[in-house]
Each structure stands twice: as C-alpha cells, then as structure tokens.
C-alpha cells in the first residue's frame, strides 16, 4: 500500500526567507500524481502545486516550486519570499494514476515570523 | 460557480442522534469523496463515489453511509452518532481525466457529546 510521510510536524522562517517542507512517499507503481494542498486557519484546502510523476521538469507555481526526485521517493515544497499569508497547515498527498483516492501526510504546521 | 459547498459548517449531537451532512458541487465532477481530519493525522477518506449510482468504501467507513442519486449531491450520514465522530469532515470531487486535482468544501466541525 501507498504510503505518505511528512516528517516535520512544524517548521518556522523569518519572512522573506526561503523554507523547504519535506516529503516523502512509498509506491511500488510508475504512473502516479503529487499534491501539496495548503490549510490556513480558515480550514478550507487549497491546492498549491501539482507534479506528474513522468515529467522530469520540476514544477513552479510563483513563488512554490517542488523538487521532484522520483528515485528517492522524495518532493519537497520550497517557499521563496516566504509571506505572512503562506502561514498554515501543509500537506502532501499522493494520487495512483490508476485510482482516484489521495494518500495524505500527516501534515507540517508552518510559521511565518515577522 | 459556487464549487463544493457543504452544510451545517458546525454541528453538535449527542451520542446515539444521527444527522446528514450535506455535499454539492456544480462542477459536473464524476468522482467526489468524503474525508475526516483529527488533529495531527492526514485527512482520511470515508467514502467515495465515482458517479451516480456507485460508491464505495474508503479507510474508515465504519458509522458512516453514502448515497449518491445525482452528480452533484453526495451525503453523508452519521447512523448513530458516537464521541469517536468528532471531527472535521471534508467533502472533496474531482474529474476523472487530467492531473485528478480535487477541490474541496469548506468542512464540517462536528462535536459529538
């Protein structure tokens, strides 16, 4: 079975500093998506960045990019410029291409200090 | 488009009260899911349907039924509620084809006593 691990319940960065928020997965399959969704205080789940896993390119979202590394199971999300609004609750999640049901983390709590 | 709205946003019941908790979208999404979020665990998914008339079980189905007569509406219902059941809940529908991003409601804070 899929499996998600996020293994830094918290991390904290003075504002506009970089901050990378790790993750790591277990799939024994090739086809396969990954997510890393964003839940401020308001609870509401919102989609930051997505990567297919057979795209080599890294994917950008502004100031989001991700580090994709499909050997090692590995896809981090790194945050550029970090700003107060990018306080929140972060989760990775993987999706089979062969079923549609997310696999979350456990979630990292991020803090922005001013 | 008002997306994947959910009603009540809050809710309090005594153990042993059922109650369903709603679940639309106007998005014309085949796949929509329910998931419950606990304090520091992932979201766990409950149940999930893939169109009208089909549903299944997720990881944690237990005290829970799903029926889905439409596209756009897919409840959720507590039989029996227990203190177990506290809980955020998340309705979540997505397409099939393309990268399966799915997009949620706004959850369901349910205080079971």
């Known amino acids: 079975a899929q499996t998600v691990t996020q293994s830094q319940p918290e991390m904290s960065v003075q504002e506009a500093e970089t901050v990378t928020l790790s993750c790591t997965y277990d799939?024994?399959?090739?086809?396969?998506?990954l997510f890393w969704y964003k839940q401020p205080p308001s609870r509401q789940m919102i989609l930051v960045i997505r990567q297919e896993a057979y795209k080599q390119q890294n994917a950008t979202e502004n100031r989001f990019s991700v580090n994709f590394q499909k050997a090692a199971k590995s896809f981090s999300l790194k945050i550029s410029d970090s700003q107060l609004g990018d306080a929140a609750m972060y989760f990775c999640?993987?999706?089979?291409?062969?079923?549609?049901?997310?696999?979350w983390g456990a979630g990292t709590k991020l803090i922005i200090k001013p | 488009n008002a997306g994947v709205t959910q009603t009540p946003k809050f809710q309090v019941l005594k153990t042993g009260q059922s109650m369903t908790l709603q679940c639309a979208q106007d998005?014309?999404?085949?796949?929509m899911s329910w998931y419950r979020q606990d304090p520091g665990m992932g979201l766990r998914l409950i149940h999930y349907s893939v169109g009208a008339g089909i549903t299944d079980q997720g990881e944690v189905p237990n005290g829970y039924n799903v029926s889905r007569s439409t596209t756009e509406d897919f409840p959720l219902r507590l039989l029996s509620a227990a203190p177990s059941q506290t809980s955020v809940y998340f309705c979540?529908?997505?397409?099939?084809?393309?990268?399966?991003?799915?997009?949620f409601g706004p959850g369901t804070r349910l205080t079971v006593t």
């Open positions: 998005m014309n999404h085949e796949y």
């Open positions: 979540a529908s997505s397409y099939f084809s393309g990268s399966y991003e799915q997009y």
């Open positions: 999640a993987y999706r089979s291409g062969s079923n549609y049901q997310l696999i």
């Open positions: 799939t024994s399959e090739s086809d396969y998506y």
